[in-house]
C-alpha cells in the first residue's frame, strides 16, 4: 500500500488509508482544516518537550460522524460506500495501518484475527439514533 490513500467522490474526501511505514519528521496534519475529525502524525526525537498547553473551549456543528480506526494487529478488508451505497474502493489493511472514515457507509471484513482502536466523536446516542444500515 501507499503511505497514504485518499478514496474520493468528485472533490469530496471519503476515505483515507494510512500505511504503517508512513514518516515525518515533526508534525503533519494528515487531513484538511475543515474535515470534522483532525488527523495529524508526530515523530519527535528523544528530548524533545512538547509545550504543556489546554485547548480553548469551542463549539463546532457536527452533521456527520467521522471514525478512525488503528490496526494494532491483525487484517481487514475494509469498504467504502458513497450515501448510495455504491462502493468506491477499497484496501487491505495490516497491523500497524490505519483509516479514517469521513463520509458515506463503510464496512470492514475480519481477515485474521484483528485488534483494533476506534476514535469517533461523541457523545454516542446509540446504534438506533446514529446509525442506517444497507439492505
Known sequence: MESIRTIKKGDQIYAM???HALSCP???FLTLPEELLQL???????GHTVPVHQHIPQTFDVDRMCE???IEKGKVHAHVFDED??????QILKSGDFLLFLRGGHGI???EPTRMIEVKQGPFPGDEKSKTYRD
Open 40 to 46: 495529524g502524525l508526530m515523530e519527535h526525537p528523544a
Open 109 to 111: 471484513d475480519i481477515l
Open 17 to 19: 488509508f494510512f500505511s
Open 26 to 28: 515533526g508534525v503533519r
Open 68 to 70: 478512525f480506526l488503528y
Open 85 to 90: 451505497w455504491n462502493e468506491l474502493g477499497d
